[in-house]
């Protein structure tokens, strides 16, 4: 099974900028489906972005559509997601997490393979 292991995250002016970076040890990374996750106090977890297995397609929220970026690097065995532009609804902890199957993603979280320890994200205003 993969194992994830976050960094990043931490408090950040509304405005300004993260990266949250995901490093995987196990099986071939490249052989999973990348996602981000948050959630907010009192909220359900949300899918931010994926990424398919080769990096070909990817899917952002609309919310974070032209302010969050999420890449991966198959030969560094790590995934990222840049935000920029933050606001203070982005204030959340945030996961990154993978599956065999990109589908997952977004039909059913729970059924995801592996997930990172998450990371929290404080934007101030």
């Known amino acids: 099974q993969v194992q994830l292991v976050q960094s990043g995250g931490g408090v950040v002016q509304a405005g300004g900028s993260l990266r949250l970076s995901c490093a995987a040890s196990?099986?071939?990374?490249?052989?999973?489906?990348l996602g981000w996750f948050r959630q907010a106090p009192g909220k359900v977890r949300e899918l931010v972005a994926g990424?398919?297995?080769?990096?070909?397609?990817?899917d952002h929220k609309d919310s974070v559509k032209g302010r969050f970026t999420i890449s991966r690097d198959n030969a560094k065995n790590k995934g990222y997601l840049q935000k920029d532009s933050l606001e203070a609804e982005d204030t959340a902890v945030y996961f990154c997490a993978e599956d065999a199957n990109y589908g997952t993603m977004f039909r059913d979280a729970r059924l995801l393979t592996s997930w990172g320890q998450g990371n929290q994200v404080t934007v101030s205003s």
């Open positions: 196990g099986p071939t990374f490249s052989g999973y489906a």
């Open positions: 990424m398919t297995r080769s990096g070909g397609s990817t």
